[in-house]
């Protein structure tokens, strides 16, 4: 008992900064229905800013006040004001890359100001953090658990308070449920959002510089891994409860220590399952507790107050346009194969290749999240489990590397497929959860295994071979790659036009509609999850091949969340966005690459920025901007081609639908046009005003 | 027998006993108005019968075969169809491909190595079906604009062109002419008579425009709290005085005599 007590005690300040942290996740998801998962990087901040103030000799007090008291909640309005305030009644996706995209940006930005060496522990803040104070059940209780415990108690209940007071909860509620709708009944939204948003961030600061000191330094992951505990923490309390919140936090903190203390110590079970205990609380909770199941959305009964969303595919051009782009297309593809075999020297040539490759895995992130709606995060732990089975394969019984590559595609597949059964009753932001706790544990627990990844050692995989040719020399394994991002192009492409493309049409459009004309949603979400996990295998296979030596770092779950990001900003509805987003990458980070290290940060940098844009335009920041051009390009088109407009005929019909127009003069059916050219004409002339931000 | 049977069917949300065994036929070819009050259970009735709810008891039939544990697509294969209150449209999809892939997954068999790999395009009796189904609906002329761009209306109309082309014996529709106009909603009435005469189908309208009930069924039901109150011709229906109390209140019977 004493023994069990002696484990329990010191789990209770780690779970009261996991409720801190929680309480923040739920005030931030009633305010906004954004589930932040930037706030372990924004604890992160807090806590960094208060070790160098500290370390440039400022008084405690004063380093906890510019770290918690100002930062904090400037942070938080900075955040609401940019982002979050645009994306209330956003779909999930648009919710979360640019949470995802601070998650990454946040602690980069903050590592670049103030360095990135080794951090020592800051000080504690309130009492002495060394000093034992008095002995429970026979185990020391330091100055610092006694901070902890007593500072997360009183923020909860006075945030208990206010909520009670001030009919605050119920105010959000309503903000996030239609803002508009909400400043009719006279409350003003943005002022509630922000204020949210503020008092979270000073939750998120406060938790960040309790638990700093309790780790041996402070670093970023470690506050990620709070992250997800934080989150259990709030699924615990049903996103709403603030008293169960705090509960769950302190319950997952103990039983954690708990099952630290009793599991054998030094193997990859004690040494992974410790860390990992929240992610597995998080998964299972849930799939059980359904708190974030897939509800028939409500929506904004004032939606239609709004600008229609920009169409998510492109519009028809004129001939002249149409033939002009695919021209410049076909020469582009000419030059970038020209360019990869001729003229760009050897790690260029490698770099291109990379981004072959890297296309490949984002092509399943073009078919589970493009076309069927369904967020993933650990598409790179998928291509992981690709790239191991092609590595251990090759190790063991010297199977060929293609051979490999599609074993790994069909182990891959199946491992997708075993994700998606728990997660079939999840939607938008709880399945985007359960598959971030499926990737952490992957990392932690699945991966260091000799079985699988092999930890830090990795292992080897030769360049393929086939026949007596070989394509060890990177410029023949740009033909593989090629050959293979071709085939898998091809195949997604055959299938966007197909039945089943139709079909996760219809399913990301409305699972209820979907099911109501006979479409097996069922199957049709375990077939999108493991079609999308095979190509994210053969993607990992073919990379694990390029790189010639993998570890579990090549995969870690920060990978899964780079990659939703790039493909979301370049263009998750085309196969030519996936193409374009694996270049692009591998291209930026090879530029980076060549620059002094202390300017590293500046991916980083152009991740906060992507996620900025991707509120402004979320069909994509490429697909934006091409549109723009095209755009021109038709005006130009039509002045040459001068008075084009006279084309366009207007007729009047008396069928229903001409009975039905919501309205003269706006209805596309209204008019009539003749010939393409006119059509496009019409189209261009009811399209709205290409400079005017879209979707807000 | 009757096309579709319901007995007894319970549904409770917390302490709100949204149906409280109700029981209702629909024969084949019938067209039935089901109103009421607001919160009367009609939507309700509407998603056990398709299986997006589980009633808490009572079975549900279709031509005689119990559907009530069946998963909605299954009942929706056996001939069920309906259309959403609030519109549930395939968003970035045309109402072109709105009928054709409800069209694809009744169509059956796999004839092709396409087919069977799931990436067949349509058939051509297939598309001609879908131009057939968008002129009956009058959405010829925005076929191809996607669906996200029309209005309200044509919103009402996609939805009821992608449950027709399931090929229904039975057509659940969910207040179809709400937010339309009078115009608007004698074009739908038009539509659905069309529909009716050509292919035969069954319907159950739930509705609160009056008019447009009594333009469309024969028979109607009345539920009220989750409880049938009243079943039986039209205008019988109409003149029953426990109908109009709850639909008018008590104030308006006392004035009315």
Same mark, same amino acid.
């Given at each position: 008992?004493?023994?069990?007590?002696?484990?329990?005690?010191?789990?209770?300040?780690?779970?009261?900064?996991?409720?801190?942290?929680?309480?923040?996740?739920?005030?931030?998801?009633?305010? +906004?229905?954004?589930?932040?998962?930037?706030?372990?990087?924004?604890?992160?901040?807090?806590?960094?800013?208060?070790?160098?103030?500290?370390?440039?000799?400022?008084?405690?007090?004063?380093?906890?006040?510019?770290?918690?008291?100002?930062?904090?909640?400037?942070?938080?309005?900075?955040?609401?004001?940019?982002?979050?305030? $645009?994306?209330?009644?956003?779909?999930?996706?648009?919710?979360?890359?640019?949470?995802?995209?601070?998650?990454?940006?946040?602690?980069?930005?903050?590592?670049?100001?103030?360095?990135?060496?080794?951090? @020592?522990?800051?000080?504690?803040?309130?009492?002495?953090?060394?000093?034992?104070?008095?002995?429970?059940?026979?185990?020391?209780?330091?100055?610092?658990?006694?901070?902890?415990?007593?500072?997360?108690?009183? #923020?909860?209940?006075?945030?208990?308070?206010?909520?009670?007071?001030?009919?605050?909860?119920?105010?959000?509620?309503?903000?996030? *449920?239609?803002?508009?709708?909400?400043?009719?009944?006279?409350?003003?939204? /943005?002022?509630?959002?922000?204020?949210?948003?503020?008092?979270?961030?000073?939750?998120?600061?406060?938790?960040?510089?309790?638990?700093?000191?309790?780790?041996?330094?402070?670093?970023?992951?470690?506050?990620?891994?709070?992250?997800?505990?934080?989150?259990?923490?709030?699924?615990?309390?049903?996103?709403?409860?603030?008293?169960?919140?705090?509960?769950?936090?302190?319950?997952?903190?103990?039983?954690?220590?708990?099952?630290?203390?009793?599991?054998?110590?030094?193997?990859?079970?004690?040494?992974?399952?410790?860390? #990992?205990?929240?992610?597995?609380?998080? #998964?299972?909770?849930?799939?059980?507790?359904?708190?974030?199941?897939?509800?028939?959305?409500?929506? /904004?009964?004032?939606?239609?107050?709004?600008?229609?969303?920009?169409?998510?595919?492109?519009?028809?051009?004129?001939?002249?346009?149409?033939?002009?782009?695919?021209?410049?297309?076909?020469?582009?593809?000419?030059?970038?194969?020209?360019?990869?075999?001729?003229?760009?020297?050897?790690?260029?040539?490698?770099?291109?290749?990379?981004?072959?490759?890297?296309?490949?895995?984002?092509?399943?992130?073009?078919?589970?999240?493009?076309?069927?709606?369904?967020?993933?995060?650990?598409?790179?732990?998928?291509?992981?489990?690709?790239?191991?089975?092609?590595?251990?394969?090759?190790?063991?019984?010297?199977?060929?590397?293609?051979?490999?590559?599609?074993?790994?595609?069909?182990?891959?597949?199946? &491992?997708?497929?075993?994700?998606?059964?728990?997660?079939?009753?999840?939607?938008?932001?709880?399945?985007?959860?359960?598959?971030?706790?499926?990737?952490?544990?992957?990392?932690?627990?699945?991966?260091?295994?000799?079985?699988?990844?092999?930890?830090?050692?990795?292992?080897?995989?030769?360049?393929?071979?086939?026949?007596?040719?070989?394509?060890?020399?990177?410029?023949?394994?740009?033909?593989?790659?090629?050959?293979?991002?071709?085939?898998?192009?091809?195949?997604?492409?055959?299938?966007?036009?197909?039945?089943?493309?139709?079909?996760?049409?219809?399913?990301?459009?409305?699972?209820?509609?979907?099911?109501?004309?006979?479409? /097996?949603?069922?199957? =049709?979400?375990?077939?999108?999850?493991?079609?999308?996990?095979?190509?994210?295998?053969?993607?990992?296979?073919?990379?694990?091949?390029?790189?010639?030596?993998?570890?579990?770092?090549?995969?870690?779950?920060?990978?899964?969340?780079?990659?939703?990001?790039?493909?979301?900003?370049?263009?998750?509805?085309?196969?030519?966005?996936?193409?374009?987003?694996?270049?692009?990458?591998?291209?930026?980070?090879?530029?980076?690459?060549?620059?002094?290290?202390?300017?590293?940060? &500046?991916?980083?940098?152009?991740?906060?920025?992507?996620?900025?844009?991707?509120?402004?335009?979320?069909?994509?920041?490429?697909?934006?901007?091409?549109?723009?051009?095209? /755009?021109?390009?038709?005006?130009? %088109?039509?002045?040459?081609?001068?008075?084009?407009?006279?084309?366009?005929?207007?007729?009047?019909?008396?069928?229903?639908?001409?009975?039905?127009?919501?309205?003269?003069?706006?209805?596309?059916?209204?008019?009539?046009?003749?010939?393409?050219?006119?059509?496009?004409?019409?189209?261009?002339?009811?399209?709205?005003?290409?400079?005017?931000?879209?979707?807000? | 027998?009757?096309?579709?049977?319901?007995?007894?069917?319970?549904?409770?949300?917390?302490?709100?006993?949204?149906?409280?065994?109700?029981?209702?036929?629909?024969?084949?070819?019938?067209?039935?108005?089901?109103?009421?009050?607001?919160?009367?259970?009609?939507?309700?009735?509407?998603?056990?019968?398709?299986?997006?709810?589980?009633?808490?008891?009572?079975?549900?039939?279709?031509?005689?075969?119990?559907?009530?544990?069946?998963?909605?697509?299954?009942?929706?294969?056996?001939?069920?169809?309906?259309?959403?209150?609030?519109?549930?449209?395939?968003?970035?999809?045309?109402?072109? *491909?709105?009928?054709?892939?409800?069209?694809?997954?009744?169509?059956?068999? $796999?004839?092709?190595?396409?087919?069977?790999?799931?990436?067949?395009?349509?058939?051509?009796?297939?598309?001609?079906?879908?131009?057939?189904?968008?002129?009956?609906?009058?959405?010829?002329?925005? %076929?191809?604009?996607?669906? !996200?761009? =029309?209005?309200?209306?044509?919103?009402?109309?996609?939805?009821?062109?992608?449950?027709?082309?399931?090929?229904?014996?039975?057509?659940?529709?969910?207040?179809? +002419?709400?937010?339309?106009?009078?115009?608007?909603?004698?074009?739908?009435?038009?539509?659905?008579?069309?529909?009716?005469?050509?292919?035969?189908?069954?319907?159950?309208?739930?509705? $609160?425009?009056?008019?447009?009930?009594?333009?469309?069924?024969?028979?109607?039901?009345?539920?009220?709290?989750?409880?049938?109150?009243?079943?039986?011709?039209?205008? !019988?229906?109409?003149?029953?005085?426990?109908?109009?109390?709850?639909?008018?209140?008590?104030?308006?019977?006392?004035?009315? @005599?």
């Amino acid at each position: 008992m004493s023994q069990l007590l002696s484990y329990a005690i010191p789990g209770v300040p780690f779970g009261c900064a996991y409720a801190l942290m929680a309480v923040g996740v739920v005030l931030t998801y009633k305010a +906004s229905g954004v589930l932040n998962l930037a706030f372990g990087a924004q604890a992160y901040v807090s806590a960094v800013v208060l070790y160098a103030a500290v370390r440039d000799g400022w008084p405690t007090w004063a380093a906890f006040v510019v770290a918690v008291v100002v930062l904090g909640p400037v942070l938080g309005l900075v955040l609401d004001r940019l982002l979050f305030r $645009h994306t209330r009644t956003a779909p999930p996706l648009v919710k979360l890359v640019p949470a995802l995209g601070l998650m990454i940006a946040l602690p980069a930005v903050t590592d670049m100001a103030f360095g990135t060496g080794p951090r @020592r522990v800051p000080p504690s803040v309130l009492l002495d953090p060394t000093r034992v104070y008095f002995r429970l059940a026979g185990t020391a209780v330091s100055g610092e658990e006694i901070a902890t415990t007593v500072v997360t108690v009183a #923020a909860v209940a006075v945030l208990a308070l206010v909520f009670r007071s001030q009919g605050l909860g119920l105010r959000m509620r309503a903000v996030v *449920e239609s803002p508009r709708m909400t400043e009719l009944a006279g409350i003003r939204a /943005d002022r509630v959002s922000a204020f949210a948003w503020m008092l979270s961030s000073l939750y998120a600061g406060l938790a960040g510089v309790l638990l700093a000191p309790m780790y041996a330094q402070v670093s970023s992951t470690d506050f990620t891994a709070l992250l997800v505990a934080a989150l259990a923490a709030a699924v615990v309390g049903g996103l709403s409860s603030l008293p169960l919140t705090l509960a769950g936090g302190i319950g997952l903190g103990v039983a954690q220590q708990i099952i630290g203390g009793y599991l054998p110590s030094g193997t990859i079970l004690s040494s992974g399952l410790r860390p #990992a205990f929240p992610f597995v609380v998080l #998964a299972v909770l849930l799939v059980t507790r359904r708190t974030l199941e897939a509800s028939p959305a409500l929506g /904004d009964p004032l939606a239609s107050c709004d600008p229609p969303r920009p169409s998510l595919r492109p519009p028809a051009r004129m001939t002249e346009v149409a033939l002009g782009t695919r021209a410049f297309t076909a020469f582009l593809v000419f030059m970038f194969v020209v360019t990869a075999l001729l003229l760009v020297p050897g790690n260029w040539q490698f770099t291109l290749t990379q981004g072959l490759v890297f296309a490949v895995v984002f092509l399943s992130i073009t078919v589970l999240t493009g076309m069927a709606g369904q967020i993933s995060l650990c598409q790179a732990s998928v291509a992981g489990v690709g790239a191991f089975t092609v590595g251990q394969l090759a190790a063991h019984f010297g199977t060929p590397v293609l051979l490999g590559t599609l074993v790994g595609g069909v182990a891959a597949a199946i &491992v997708g497929a075993l994700v998606s059964v728990p997660a079939l009753r999840l939607g938008g932001g709880a399945l985007a959860l359960f598959t971030l706790s499926f990737a952490l544990l992957a990392d932690n627990v699945v991966f260091p295994y000799p079985w699988a990844g092999n930890g830090a050692n990795g292992l080897t995989v030769p360049r393929p071979q086939v026949g007596g040719i070989s394509f060890g020399t990177d410029a023949a394994f740009f033909w593989v790659a090629l050959a293979v991002l071709l085939i898998v192009a091809g195949a997604v492409w055959l299938l966007r036009g197909g039945t089943l493309g139709q079909e996760l049409g219809a399913f990301r459009g409305s699972e209820t509609a979907a099911a109501s004309i006979g479409i /097996d949603i069922v199957r =049709l979400r375990v077939i999108a999850f493991a079609l999308s996990a095979c190509i994210a295998g053969v993607g990992g296979a073919l990379y694990a091949s390029l790189q010639q030596t993998i570890s579990p770092n090549d995969f870690n779950y920060q990978f899964s969340l780079v990659f939703v990001v790039v493909v979301a900003v370049v263009g998750i509805h085309s196969v030519a966005g996936a193409i374009e987003a694996g270049l692009a990458y591998a291209v930026l980070q090879q530029l980076v690459s060549t620059l002094p290290s202390r300017y590293t940060s &500046v991916v980083a940098l152009v991740f906060g920025l992507a996620a900025l844009s991707y509120v402004r335009h979320p069909e994509g920041v490429v697909p934006y901007a091409k549109r723009w051009v095209l /755009d021109r390009a038709e005006q130009l %088109a039509r002045y040459l081609s001068g008075g084009g407009e006279r084309e366009a005929g207007r007729t009047g019909g008396s069928g229903p639908a001409e009975r039905l127009a919501p309205g003269a003069g706006q209805s596309p059916g209204e008019r009539r046009p003749r010939s393409r050219l006119a059509a496009a004409i019409v189209w261009l002339a009811e399209r709205q005003p290409p400079g005017e931000p879209a979707g807000r | 027998m009757a096309l579709l049977e319901l007995r007894g069917i319970s549904k409770r949300f917390g302490g709100i006993a949204a149906l409280d065994s109700v029981s209702l036929d629909v024969e084949a070819g019938e067209a039935v108005g089901l109103v009421g009050p607001n919160g009367a259970g009609k939507t309700t009735l509407f998603n056990c019968v398709l299986g997006l709810l589980r009633p808490d008891s009572g079975t549900i039939s279709l031509a005689g075969v119990r559907i009530d544990t069946l998963p909605t697509f299954r009942r929706s294969r056996l001939g069920i169809a309906r259309t959403f209150q609030r519109l549930e449209l395939f968003t970035g999809m045309t109402p072109r *491909e709105h009928v054709l892939v409800a069209l694809r997954v009744h169509g059956g068999g $796999h004839r092709t190595w396409r087919e069977r790999l799931a990436v067949g395009r349509p058939r051509s009796p297939e598309r001609r079906e879908a131009d057939q189904l968008l002129s009956i609906t009058g959405l010829s002329d925005v %076929a191809d604009v996607p669906v !996200e761009a =029309l209005g309200l209306a044509y919103g009402r109309l996609v939805e009821l062109a992608r449950a027709l082309a399931s090929r229904p014996r039975l057509l659940l529709l969910d207040e179809p +002419s709400s937010g339309l106009d009078e115009a608007e909603t004698a074009g739908l009435v038009e539509v659905i008579g069309r529909v009716r005469a050509e292919q035969g189908t069954a319907v159950l309208l739930v509705e $609160h425009d009056l008019e447009m009930v009594a333009a469309v069924v024969s028979r109607l039901v009345v539920l009220n709290f989750g409880r049938k109150i009243a079943d039986g011709p039209l205008l !019988e229906v109409m003149a029953d005085p426990g109908v109009r109390q709850a639909y008018l209140g008590r104030a308006y019977l006392g004035q009315g @005599r």
